[in-house]
């Protein structure tokens, strides 16, 4: 997806880069969306995105980012009467905890040290003997690059008919997730990650059995409330106002993946994932994650050398634009994003970069914002080796 010199790349957690096709969508005039064409429209997209969450159940479109998701998970499943697991390990398994407590259910928190996955063997002691009717879970945390073992979780809390809610925003179409298979009640995601798409759409997805759980609980809803979109949904209507333009574009984003081929799309963001932490390696930076997500690259840089430097001189001299640290890994970490359409040659212009940065920084030569020094290219001939390899 490489664009001409001079333009600015995203290799960020998200927003993430907008392939061409998707972008011609988006000029598309729009259609008023209570017309029989946008109709169509969505009821197409709603099915496509049934099969992107690999359920047969229901899958809802909400005008959010993916923090809208989540909230419309706590507000249509919860009740202060109930009782929730929070699983932490970073900035958005906190966001769970955050949201409980926002709307008075009671919940306990598993602590999981950032950068490492959270044990299954540790939820299982957690849900031992507790009073616990529902599991929050992130399975691609963004803040950390770290990946949890959703499947584990997920045979856990079936076998204690345990309700499971995941938050895949980061990992919806770049790593497996069989919804159903499973057994895992609700998936949130949000649009500008894997969906290609920009922010503002977000999806909910209830596993079949789970249809049941949005008919009554103890919160106030309103325009979050599942049961509207429900009720709207048959005849290819949303509840409220949908941003039609982001539909049209998830819909030309959908067939890309399709096209592709859902398993191709997910082994091609491990060859990516693979790429860039071997070219790292070569320049001296760790992958902060101890098991690492496919979607958002979390690097610790060489000593010496500061985590805001980098991103700053990739932003300055590069034009590439990156994440630092969220939170506490503030000034620790870098993260680099390659969820979407990113293929080797974008992990190689982002090696190349980080081996000037890197050379730059050590020597303390030229400031960010000079020309930038041509590399060895050690970084880039690393990266296209671990690609052929996986």
Request: charged share 20%; net charge negative.
């Amino acid at each position: 997806m490489n664009r001409g010199p001079g333009q600015t790349r995203l290799f960020t957690p998200g927003p993430v880069e907008i392939p061409a096709r998707v972008l011609r969508a988006l000029s598309r005039p729009p259609p008023h969306h209570r017309t029989e064409e946008f109709r169509a429209t969505l009821l197409r997209v709603t099915e496509a995105m049934r099969e992107l969450h690999a359920t047969r159940g229901e899958v809802f479109l909400l005008p959010a980012s993916g923090t809208g998701a989540m909230e419309a998970a706590v507000a249509n499943l919860m009740s202060p009467a109930r009782s929730a697991l929070a699983i932490a390990g970073g900035k958005f398994g906190d966001r769970w905890a955050a949201l409980l407590e926002a709307w008075g259910v009671p919940h306990r928190t598993l602590e999981v040290e950032w950068g490492r996955s959270v044990d299954p063997a540790a939820v299982e002691r957690a849900l031992e003997g507790a009073a616990i009717d529902t599991v929050f879970a992130t399975h691609s945390e963004t803040s950390t690059g770290a990946l949890h073992d959703i499947e584990s979780i997920a045979r856990l809390t079936r076998s204690r008919g345990v309700r499971l809610v995941v938050d895949a925003i980061t990992s919806l179409g770049v790593h497996p997730l069989a919804q159903d298979d499973w057994g895992v009640d609700v998936v949130v995601c949000g649009s500008q990650k894997g969906l290609m798409i920009p922010p503002g759409l977000a999806s909910v997805s209830l596993a079949p059995w789970a249809a049941s759980e949005i008919d009554e609980t103890g919160l106030p809803r309103f325009y979050f409330d599942l049961r509207k979109a429900r009720r709207s949904l048959p005849s290819g209507e949303t509840a409220f106002t949908p941003p039609v333009s982001l539909v049209l574009a998830l819909e030309e984003s959908l067939a890309m993946i399709r096209e592709e081929g859902l398993s191709n799309v997910h082994h091609r963001h491990a060859r990516l994932s693979a790429a860039l932490q071997a070219a790292a390696a070569t320049l001296g930076f760790e992958t902060f994650a101890a098991h690492p997500s496919h979607a958002v690259t979390a690097l610790t840089p060489p000593p010496g050398i500061e985590a805001g430097a980098v991103v700053k001189r990739l932003r300055v001299s590069h034009g590439i634009v990156i994440a630092g640290g969220q939170d506490r890994l503030k000034g620790v970490i870098l993260r680099a994003g390659h969820m979407g359409a990113y293929d080797l040659a974008d992990i190689e212009l982002l090696a190349g970069a980080l081996e000037e940065c890197v050379h730059a920084l050590t020597a303390g030569a030229a400031p960010a914002g000079s020309d930038a020094a041509p590399a060895s290219g050690g970084a880039a001939r690393a990266a296209r080796s671990a690609w052929e390899a996986a």
